[in-house]
């Protein structure tokens, strides 16, 4: 098994997934790369932390009363699945369909949305997005419910075009409204009442009442629309029809998915691996799962030229370090704290700052946000009480053949949390200190609660690096 | 279209709903785990809120016709009489009301004023020791009961907290437990418990002496789905809240299935003031099918429960009042329905 | 535009949940009052008259001694146009000055950026507290966010004060050098001004001393820190900090007075330390709070409602009332609450303009008619 081999199969964990530990690293190399991408595109049994055990341990999540139970209920399943893309798919859908839930105070809807996400994610596009137009944390979130016929809103509309599929320019302003009279009459049922009760955020008498989605015929407008040059008595599933259809809108997914799962930045090569992938979408009648395929099985994607492309947002940040960690394996008090910390970090689960979603890349970290990084990945994997910490530590007990030099300290923590590539500086820095903390020796016998201390230092500060700020 | 039947037909008998959600301290619940009963009259409920409020941790007194008496709390923490994740309540014979707490793993017992009595307990698998103490119940003889979930087992305490017994293991054979939850005595002593994640419930003698199971994992009638509260009344009926599957299920002294309820909540008292004074919301409440037929996706009891507001929601407790009232309390839905078995 | 008042700044604290003005200011002489609250009000005898138709709430004493001596702005019937009742959307309101549409950029960002446009100090703005509130937020402010100022910084739960100084040295190092990449070099200067942050606002508690004992609760606590950093003169210009929850659905009376108890201690014993440092006349007090409640309890809280109640507070305050008390007459409600009538970006355009000296315009999206209650 060669370090290129880990060092690919690494990076490929980081981009489907959260990253993975290096037993499970050493695991899938053996199944081969491209096994391992059929895997995660045909996702098993999540062996999810059940939801009964939550719900029993959890009140806050069986109620679903808020955001931060919401938001940890998901980082629970994205801690503990094995279906890593499943998660992270459905991660990058709620940044694409970014829906918040200041404007709706229903989390139990948030959850739904994501777990309609989760069920289309690898299928159709032209499916979620009829899936999408009928979700009701959406319908409320793009004013929907009030696109009636006799009086149409085109927020919906709008933003289907511009937002979830062809982009600005594809289209004219008389095309937003036709659209949107297809969407008339598609609405929640009673939604007189949930939509009272969302504008006045109310838990009363007896908690929150999720939604669900009814379509009102009589107040749908059946007339002739001319929609991207069609015409015809068109209703909504009819408009994404013709949407699915463009090619705009297959750049549009297509690089949308790119920069999520390959780079922030698209280069030239990277172009070309959009235009494979924009080939895909159409042959595969719009399937998600083939034009996964052909970027993972890119040979830019594979290359070194997209290692590290990446800043991690901070959703993969902190699942990231605590699945290293191996925390949070069953309920545990204060798991909302999971939320709390993604928020602190710039990036709250169902709080995007507005429709268009998150501003990714470099503009993830500020200096406020980049103290909160730090310190909570440091928490994580600076206790060697942590199990994954532990597995850590054993591994490299058993590679030690005597007391390590503090290059071989900071070697070989950099390749177990990766492998992570420092430059010479950081390198030298995190050497320096581990010569002044002292030496480590791991060996069993002499192997001593300080040197597991100082071996969890060194992961505290290669944590805090800019180099493992990016995925 | 996803429909469910609200009320099978049999001898239970709606009477009303009470409670409603709060945020504060003061009048309502928040996420209400059980409730007991005092010799006077006062109706006690243990409010369990969660790790990111424990501030409203309380036990709520009221009466029957829906007065709101006040509360009590020594607060958040580990010292005498605080609580950190309390789940289980129950009030003995000699009128003390015992607590228990899955995070502190211990038992307190406060008088009827709220006053500090005693506690006892530790994390543990020893004897003395609890590992997520649930369920509790008081015999007439002051013993004290406890499931514990985490050592999946029942241990038998004096009225002063003296570890008597340990009965039960991890398993799914008779005497065996998965998580056990609630866990009720009848007349005669006999002691019944909800083996939560055995979807089923054990019967056993005061001494733990297996008698008898009822039910096995299911949707059907007499089938459970992770059962978190029992009841026996005085002639013998079994109560069961159904957590998983949202219902209520009624059974005869045999085990045999009698009747199946799914919830009719309808306004409290307290829901009615909320009402009065939100005129835009009771409105359009007036014009909502609150039983709505629900698109297919949404097919598992929780989903339904979620968008139903009439339908359980939760159900953690069950508790039979001196009149033999049975009160079924929501956790999700801050509210305890109260029902009765017509006896002809 | 006037000349940026360099000494001057501003602390905002925000009563999170919607803290009821009626149970605040009271229009005690009003017989509605007391048919609309027949359980959720004050007595007479009990309020602090401020005149003879307003009183403050009875635990508001702290507050009532700053209005005797006329350091204290009431704007009764604060809001903006077709309010929402929901507590996320109002925050957003309030935060973004974006009634319409969901905006991204904090009011108080804006200011940051205007008093300090070339980024020179990482702190102007200070939120204490976790998570940034998005009134702060704006692309390219730095903002601190703390937790606790005693433990603020890189390696807070490092326990070794040897190891965490070494771990400091080794982080300064790591960012310190240049790598020919954008990215890197952004992430590079950003981790020094997080270190130079922290390093600068950890001096403050060291530097502080003061006679003024705050009372022990977060509020009191926070407040404290922004003396402790007003004092240590780091050129902080914007503070921020909120209390709750106000939210008081039920169990008014008790909770409700509690908090107040807890503001008005804290915000007096604030501005007598600043006294105490010489440091009075340059800070104003603003406390808001997202909307109103109810006019009618509903037994034994208050439901959600619109109208509220703001104070402007500090030694430089022309002390008073702004602003209408809106009626309490069912035909002047406002779907059963308070009807506002005055906009809350008229209080921060004369906050921006007259207190900290800059063009409001773009600060609160637009122009609005401004009050007196700066002194000149």
């Known amino acids: 098994m060669s370090n290129a081999d880990i060092a690919l199969m690494a990076h490929l964990m980081r981009r489907a997934g959260f990253g993975a530990t290096r037993d499970e690293l050493e695991q899938l190399v053996g199944q081969g790369y491209e096994n391992v991408v059929e895997n995660l595109l045909n996702p098993g049994d999540a062996g999810v932390m059940p939801d009964d055990v939550i719900r029993r341990y959890h009140s806050e999540m069986a109620e679903m009363r808020e955001l931060n139970s919401a938001g940890a209920y998901w980082m629970y399943r994205m801690v503990t699945t094995r279906n890593q893309l499943e998660e992270k798919l459905a991660l990058f859908w709620h940044g694409l369909f970014a829906t918040g839930y200041s404007k709706l105070n229903q989390a139990n809807a948030l959850v739904n949305q994501i777990t309609t996400f989760r069920r289309h994610s690898l299928g159709s596009y032209k499916t979620m997005l009829v899936e999408l137009s009928k979700d009701p944390a959406m319908i409320i979130w793009l004013d929907n419910h009030d696109n009636h016929r006799d009086n149409i809103n085109e927020n919906y509309g709008r933003e289907l075009l511009e937002l979830f599929s062809m982009g600005v320019g594809n289209y004219t302003e008389d095309d937003i409204k036709e659209c949107a009279r297809a969407f008339t009459g598609w609405t929640l049922g009673n939604v007189e009442y949930m939509s009272t009760r969302a504008s006045r955020d109310s838990i009363w008498p007896y908690s929150r009442i999720n939604w669900h989605f009814n379509y009102r015929d009589y107040d749908h407008d059946d007339g002739e629309k001319t929609f991207l040059g069609h015409t015809g008595n068109f209703n909504g599933e009819d408009i994404i029809d013709i949407i699915v259809q463009q090619e705009a809108t297959a750049r549009f997914v297509c690089t949308r998915l790119f920069q999520f799962f390959a780079a922030d930045d698209v280069n030239e090569a990277g172009e070309a691996v959009i235009s494979d992938m924009m080939a895909t979408y159409f042959a595969s009648e719009y399937e998600i799962r083939s034009v996964m395929r052909t970027l993972f099985n890119s040979d830019y994607f594979r290359s070194e030229e997209s290692r590290f492309a990446r800043v991690k947002g901070p959703v993969e940040l902190v699942v990231g370090a605590v699945r290293m960690a191996g925390t949070y394996q069953e309920p545990t008090f204060g798991a909302d704290q999971l939320a709390r910390q993604a928020m602190y970090m710039g990036q709250g689960i169902f709080q995007p700052p507005s429709v268009e979603g998150w501003h990714e890349g470099a503009e993830w970290i500020d200096s406020g946000a980049l103290v909160e990084r730090v310190n909570f990945v440091g928490r994580e994997l600076g206790d060697p009480s942590n199990p994954g910490v532990r597995a850590i530590i054993d591994r490299m007990s058993r590679q030690s053949a005597g007391a390590l030099s503090p290059e071989e300290q900071v070697s070989a923590c950099a390749d177990l949390i990766g492998p992570l590539e420092l430059s010479e500086g950081t390198f030298t820095s995190i050497r320096e200190f581990a010569s002044e903390q002292g030496p480590a020796d791991l060996r069993d016998g002499s192997r001593t609660e300080a040197d597991e201390q100082r071996i969890a230092n060194l992961l505290r500060l290669l944590t805090a690096t800019r180099e493992y700020q990016l995925a | ?344 | 535009m006037t000349t940026t008042n360099n000494d001057r700044s501003l602390v905002v604290v925000q009563l999170t949940g919607a803290n009821d003005p009626l149970n605040t200011v009271i229009p005690y002489a009003d017989g509605h009052y007391y048919d609309f609250r027949p359980n959720v009000g004050i007595p007479t005898e009990q309020v602090i008259p401020l005149d003879g138709q307003l009183g403050l709430n009875p635990n508001m004493a702290p507050i009532k001694a700053l209005w005797d001596e006329g350091k204290v702005a009431i704007v009764n019937g604060i809001g903006y146009a077709n309010p929402t009742r929901s507590h996320f959307r109002s925050m957003d309101i309030w935060h973004t000055c974006e009634p319409e549409k969901i905006a991204t950029e904090g009011w108080l960002g804006r200011v940051i950026r205007d008093l300090d446009p070339a980024g020179q100090n990482v702190i102007t703005g200070v939120n204490f507290g976790r998570g940034l509130p998005r009134s702060m937020g704006a692309s390219g402010v730095p903002v601190a966010s703390v937790g606790n100022l005693e433990t603020y910084g890189l390696f807070p739960d490092v326990e070794e004060e040897r190891i965490r100084g070494l771990c400091l040295d080794a982080f300064g190092k790591m960012y310190g050098g240049s790598i020919q990449d954008a990215v890197m070099d952004y992430l590079g200067q950003t981790g020094r001004d997080a270190l130079k942050g922290a390093d600068i606002l950890r001096t403050a508690p060291e530097k502080y001393s003061s006679s003024v004992e705050y009372a022990e609760n977060p509020i009191a606590q926070s407040l404290k820190n922004v003396a402790q950093v007003m004092t240590a003169d780091l050129g902080t210009r914007i503070y921020y900090t909120q209390h709750g929850s106000f939210d008081t659905h039920g169990d008014e009376i008790k909770v409700h007075g509690g908090l107040w108890t807890q503001v008005s201690g804290a915000i007096s014993d604030f501005l007598a330390d600043l006294d105490e440092h010489g440091r009075g006349d340059d800070a104003i007090v603003l406390v808001w709070t997202e909307f109103g409640r109810r006019i009618r309890d509903n037994g034994t809280g208050t439901d959600h409602g619109s109208g509220g109640t703001a104070f402007i507070i500090g030694n430089q305050v022309n002390g008073g009332f702004y602003g209408q008390y809106p009626s309490l007459a069912e035909r002047d409600q406002l779907d059963g609450d308070l009807h506002w009538n005055n906009d809350f970006r008229s209080t921060y355009s004369t906050i921006a303009d007259k207190w900290l000296g800059l063009d409001p315009v773009n600060i609160v999206n637009g122009q609005f008619e401004q009050w007196d209650f700066v002194r000149n």
């Open chain 2, 1 to 344: 279209m996803t429909t469910a039947t609200a009320v099978s037909a049999g001898p239970m008998e709606y009477l009303k709903t009470i409670g409603v959600t709060t945020n504060q301290s003061g009048r309502g619940f928040i996420n209400p785990y059980d409730c007991g009963f005092t010799n006077d009259g006062r109706i006690m409920v243990l409010n369990h809120a969660d790790a990111a409020r424990t501030a409203l941790i309380r036990i709520g007194v009221l009466n029957w016709d829906e007065e709101y008496l006040g509360e009590f709390s020594k607060g958040t923490g580990r010292g005498e009489g605080q609580w950190t994740l309390p789940i289980g309540m129950t009030i003995s014979n000699d009128q003390r009301i015992h607590v228990t707490d899955e995070h502190l793993h211990r038992v307190t017992v406060f008088d009827t004023d709220g006053d500090f009595v005693r506690m006892w307990g530790e994390k543990g698998d020893g004897a003395g020791q609890l590992n997520g103490p649930a369920g509790v119940a008081v015999a007439a003889d002051g013993t004290v009961y406890v499931a514990e979930q985490y050592n999946h087992r029942v241990q038998v305490f004096t009225s002063e907290g003296e570890p008597v017994s340990i009965w039960g293991e991890f398993g799914d054979g008779d005497g065996q437990f998965n998580m056990p939850w609630g866990l009720a005595l009848d007349t005669t002593g006999n002691v019944y418990v909800a083996d939560w994640r055995n979807d089923r419930i054990q019967k056993f003698t005061k001494d733990g002496q297996h008698l008898t199971t009822y039910g096995s994992s299911g949707t059907g009638d007499g089938e459970f789905s992770r059962p978190s509260a029992v009841a026996v009344d005085s002639e013998g009926y079994i109560y069961v809240a159904d957590w998983g599957n949202e219902r209520i299920q009624l059974l005869d002294s045999d085990g045999h299935f009698i009747q199946s309820l799914r919830g009719q909540a309808t306004l409290s008292k307290w829901a009615q003031d909320f009402m009065s004074v939100n005129p835009d919301e009771y409105n359009t409440r007036q014009i909502a099918n609150l039983v709505p037929d629900l698109p297919d996706h949404l097919d598992t009891p929780y989903l339904i429960s979620a968008q139903t507001e009439p339908y359980f929601w939760g159900p953690v407790s069950l508790r039979l009042d001196p009149e033999e009232r049975l009160f079924v309390v929501e956790a999700n839905r801050h509210r305890i329905q109260v029902y009765q078995r017509r006896k002809d």
